[in-house]
């Protein structure tokens, strides 16, 4: 019986040895878990401030995109109203050159027919040129080959 007891009592020891060995796991885990959790509050709390600075710097971008497009905006506001003056002033000059010299479907055939006879004789030009040309190429061929005949009879 003593040594039924001994046993009990040994046998009791290991188990509330592996209760210790387990609650000083549980520990640890417990430690690790709040470890952790710091962690991921300390990381919850940079991404805050990233998504913070983030909003800000959007804000910030929005607010100068929209300045520099209201700014490009009135340039080319400024530059169509140039752009329209100029042309307008061109075209009353225009208007006002066409109208001194009679009408402008009048000066347009005057103008045609000036091209037309100014292409006719270009043509004429090149035709005679071209009719040059071709007889002064062959009457060289033609001297040439007089020249040879001549050398051939006398050799």
């Given amino acids: ?3 039924a007891v001994d046993l009990m009592k ?3 020891n290991s188990i509330q040895d592996e209760i210790e060995k387990e609650l000083k796991k549980i520990e640890i885990k417990q430690q690790e878990i709040i470890s952790y959790e710091q962690e991921l509050s300390l990381m919850q709390s940079q991404l805050d401030t990233f998504h913070y600075s983030l909003t800000t710097s959007r804000d910030i971008l929005l607010r100068d995109m929209t300045g520099m497009r209201e700014g490009s905006l009135a340039e080319n506001e400024m530059t169509i109203k140039l752009n329209k003056k100029r042309y307008h002033v061109q075209r009353h000059r225009l208007l006002k ?3 001194k010299n009679n009408s402008v479907s009048g000066n ?3 103008r045609l027919f000036e091209l037309e006879k100014k292409i006719k004789a270009v043509w004429r030009r090149d035709e005679i040129w071209a009719g040059i040309r071709d007889w002064g ?3 060289i061929l033609l001297f040439l080959l007089i020249i040879a005949t001549f050398l051939a009879w006398k050799s």
């Fill in 1 to 3: 019986m003593d040594i």
């Fill in 10 to 12: 040994d046998n009791i």
């Fill in 97 to 99: 050159y066409y109208n």
């Fill in 108 to 110: 347009i055939e005057i």
């Fill in 137 to 139: 190429f062959l009457s």
